[in-house]
Nanobody, 121 residues
Framework: QVQLVESGGGLVQAGGSLTLSCAASGNIFSFNAMGWYRQAPGKQRELIALIINANVDRVTYADSVKGRFTASRNNAKDTVYLQMNNLKLEDTAVYYC?????????????WGQGTQVTVSP
């Protein structure tokens, strides 16, 4: 139904930057939300940034990334981005793209396959 393909993960030194991208495809009528979660080893998956669509896009960030990470969307490409600056060791995790999309089969959430981000000293 809906496929999410992530790219842009990798290895970066602390203080560096990375940009993640996630392209959605499928029979999508509209999005209710698009964003990013992450899961570090031994920890639960946590919300990082979520762009919520109502009349105006709203972005919710985790406190741990406010001021360092910026989520954005390209509506024409059904793509969501995560610009990550001043990366810290504790940002090391698998990052998952997420969307809540409306299709001919109704609305539900979808996940990408995940992309590894590793921050080294």
């Amino acid at each position: 139904q809906v496929q999410l393909v992530e790219s842009g993960g990798g290895l970066v030194q602390a203080g560096g930057s990375l940009t993640l991208s996630c392209a959605a495809s499928g029979n999508i009528f509209s999005f209710n939300a698009m964003g990013w979660y992450r899961q570090a080893p031994g920890k639960q998956r946590e919300l990082i940034a979520l762009i919520i669509n109502a009349n105006v896009d709203r972005v919710t960030y985790a406190d741990s990334v406010k001021g360092r990470f910026t989520a954005s969307r390209n509506n024409a490409k059904d793509t969501v981005y995560l610009q990550m600056n001043n990366l810290k060791l504790e940002d090391t995790a698998v990052y998952y793209c997420y969307c809540d999309a409306n299709t001919a089969w109704g609305g539900r959430g979808y996940w990408g396959q995940g992309t590894q981000v590793t921050v080294s000293p």
